[in-house]
Every structure is written in C-alpha cells, then in structure tokens.
C-alpha cells in the first residue's frame, strides 16, 4: 500500500497562474483533508470531505476550490495564484470511527 | 477559543535526557488530543494521542500528561535520542468535528549526542 500520494512534490508559480494539487489514498478511507504548513503557523485546514460527495471549508479556505472526484482522490485547485499562496501542502485521509490522519509527503509550492 | 497554544518553539535536549513539551487549549469541547512528530520533507505521523477521561497515557519512551482542569497536555519524551530530533505538533478536535484537528504552532525539538 502506497497510503496518502501527492502530486506533484514541488511546483513554482507566477502570480495569476493556476494549478491542481492531486492526492490519492489507497486506504479506502471516507475522510480526506488538505492543510497548509507554514514556518511558525503550524498546519491550518484548508478544506476537508467527510465523505465521497461531500467537502466543506476548513479555516483558511479562501483562494482555493477542491473536488472530491471518487472516494480515492481528493484534489485542490489555486485558480490565480498569490504568493501568500506559497506553502507546504498537505494532503490526509481517515477512515470512519477512527481520527488517526494519514498524512501525504507534501507539495512544496512558491508563488512568485 | 478554538486554538491550541504549543510550547516552546524550539527545544534542544543532550541525549538521554527529557523532553517536554508543553499544550494548552481553551475549549472545553475538545475531547481528544493527539501529537504529531514531523520529520524534515515528511507528512507528520501519528505519535500518541489521548482522551481526558485518563491523565496519562505512556507508550514506550513517550508519555502524554493531561490535566483537564488546567486545560493543559504535555508530551514528555524519555532517554531522548539524536532520532527523535523532529518537530512535533500537539492538535485537538471535538466530536461530531469530521476528525477536523487544530494544530498547536510546532516544536522544532534537537537531541545533541
């Protein structure tokens, strides 16, 4: 088992453009999660999906959109990127009645 | 009210000696607390967590203390070890939250040999 898989693993941007972060969990979990890591902020949720259907906004969700295209892969979308965008993303899954969070190795993105 | 305040930023052990870091929270709502040890171009991983109906918790050289009145937690590592050199992260959620966890800021933690 491959567990929690981000793409890609570092990415640089101009300021405007726009890019997909993929995550895929092979855990058949219901619950994934994407969070933000910053120097001294700790890790801030961006948005999350409880289940296949269904994602709501977490603390920090503005600039950002997400889809939960099966119940595998959960995806986060900067449609104009900012540098204030430039971070350590962080995908994670839970299965049902358990809160132990499987965490992905991140995506190192720079917003220029 | 919703935030998890995390202690010190940065803490440097000789080996063999003990680790201690220190959580607080203001929600009484939370009703688990787990930490999480992140290693540098690593997704954090499950350390140990607890629940406060218990006021500690040991697995192996690591131990949570809880104190539910002081609204405090502290992770206190034992014999520590040049591989224990990582940042750690206390968090806490409350039920019915979708496992939604609030971070503390991180504690960059370096055991000299």
């Known amino acids: 088992n491959a567990g929690v898989t981000q793409t890609p693993k570092f990415q640089v941007l101009k300021t405007g453009q726009s890019m997909t972060l993929q995550c895929a969990q092979d855990m058949n979990h219901n619950s994934m999660y994407w969070y933000r890591q910053d120097p001294g902020m700790g890790l801030r949720l961006i948005y999350y999906?409880?289940?296949?259907?269904?994602?709501d906004k977490g603390e920090v969700p503005n600039g950002y959109n997400v889809s939960r295209l099966n119940k595998r892969e959960f995806s986060l979308r900067l449609e104009s990127a900012a540098p204030s965008q430039t971070s350590v993303y962080f995908c994670?899954?839970?299965?049902?009645?358990?809160?132990?969070?499987?965490f992905g190795s991140g995506t190192q993105l720079s917003v220029l | 009210q919703q935030q998890v305040k995390q202690s010190p930023q940065s803490l440097i052990v000789q080996k063999g000696g003990i680790s201690i870091i220190n959580c607080a929270y203001e929600?009484?709502?939370?009703?688990?607390f787990p930490w999480y040890q992140q290693f540098p171009g690593k997704g954090p991983a499950l350390l140990i967590a607890i629940r406060p109906d218990v006021s500690e918790k040991k697995e192996g050289r690591f131990t949570i203390s809880f104190n539910k009145s002081a609204k405090q937690f502290s992770l206190h590592i034992m014999d520590s070890q040049p591989g224990d050199s990582a940042t750690y992260f206390c968090?806490?959620?409350?039920?019915?939250?979708?496992?939604?966890?609030?971070f503390g800021k991180g504690t960059k933690l370096s055991v000299k040999p």
């Open positions: 968090a806490a959620s409350m039920r019915g939250s979708q496992g939604n966890l609030i």
């Open positions: 994670a899954s839970r299965e049902r009645f358990n809160e132990k969070l499987f």
């Open positions: 929600n009484t709502a939370f009703d688990y």
């Open positions: 999906s409880a289940s296949e259907g269904t994602t």
